[in-house]
């Protein structure tokens, strides 16, 4: 009974208190005010996962950017923008031209591979397909044309994007085509037989009386005729291969050639020769770069790939693989 009463009693003051509950108008507006402000809390909590969101947006647009700045920003930054897209000759191509027939160590270094520059044996081969890389190229998406070395030398339209045969870059040349920025400085070299009177030569001076070959249109024959200025004329031969003949043959005494090509000449055609010496150099340095049509916007694209290759070390480590020789060869006196 007595536990029936407390239940009754509670039960009463629970009425009780909802019956005072109901009647408390003011404290029912204040409880609507709560609520008021609990979704105003709410909606604090609801922006910061929408600002999350927003920023993983940016955040993942920052990382695919990257690539393309990688692989376009160089070239357009030097180009004022004329890099994207590459102004080809042929969409989706690159053409290159070369000599009619390439050397080692230039081109076609590979064992197997003479006068092939599609292998990217030798270091104008190499130099080629690594600058394709890094404008975006493919090795399927370069294509070569060949011509001779001093015809291309002249105005006119071009069928290629740029032509690569150690072309040394002069005011004369710059005149009627363009040039890249120079990727090789190279030193002339003078080879002879080793029972001839240029094997003993030790100055420039020693050179004069001698019959002297060198290839058209090269700065080796300029540095012949106005370097050496030997006391006859200068024998000029269509290429190098010309120039080899005429030595085979007992025409000169010895042959001006660019040093990494002397030493391959001597190393594989010409065994019976050796380079005599390194020649001093002229008025300034003789630097190999490729040749454009002149006004071929192409030309500071090139240029900003060459300026990578040339920062990440690509380029010295072509050039120690295909243009490093040993040998003690002594630099001829003035």
Do not use: H
Request: aromatic content about 6%; hydrophobic content about 40%.
């Amino acid at each position: 009974m007595k536990a029936r009463s407390l239940a009754a009693g509670v039960l009463a003051l629970s009425l009780v208190a909802a019956a005072c509950g109901d009647d408390d108008e003011p404290t029912a507006d204040t409880t609507a005010e709560e609520p008021a402000e609990e979704p105003a809390d709410t909606t604090a909590p609801a922006e910061e996962p929408t600002d999350e969101p927003a920023e993983e947006p940016a955040d993942t647009t920052a990382p695919a950017e990257e690539p393309s700045t990688e692989t376009t920003t160089a070239n357009t930054d030097a180009a004022g923008g004329e890099c994207d897209p590459l102004p080809l000759v042929q969409e989706g191509m690159l053409t290159v031209a070369t000599g009619e027939t390439v050397f080692p160590p230039w081109m076609g270094a590979g064992e197997d591979d003479f006068d092939d520059p599609t292998t990217g044996t030798g270091y104008e081969g190499a130099l080629v397909f690594a600058l394709a890389e890094e404008m975006g190229f493919t090795a399927d998406q370069v294509t070569f044309v060949r011509t001779g070395f001093d015809e291309v030398i002249a105005p006119g339209d071009k069928d290629w994007d740029f032509n690569i045969q150690q072309y040394s870059i002069t005011e004369d040349r710059d005149e009627v085509v363009d040039f890249s920025d120079g990727y090789y400085e190279v030193d002339q070299a003078i080879i002879g037989a080793a029972d001839s009177p240029a094997a003993s030569a030790t100055s420039i001076a020693d050179l004069k009386p001698l019959r002297i070959g060198a290839a058209i249109g090269t700065t080796s024959l300029d540095y012949a005729e106005q370097v050496i200025d030997p006391d006859g004329d200068v024998q000029v031969y269509d290429d190098n291969s010309a120039a080899k003949a005429a030595f085979d043959a007992g025409q000169v005494d010895a042959i001006v050639f660019d040093l990494p090509t002397a030493y391959y000449i001597t190393a594989v055609e010409i065994t019976d020769a050796s380079v005599i010496g390194i020649l001093p150099p002229g008025e300034s340095a003789d630097e190999l770069g490729m040749l454009f049509e002149e006004g071929n916007p192409l030309v500071p694209c090139v240029n900003a790939a060459l300026q990578t290759l040339s920062d990440n070390g690509t380029l010295d480590a072509i050039e120690q693989e295909w243009l490093a020789a040993g040998g003690d060869i002594p630099t001829l006196d003035s």
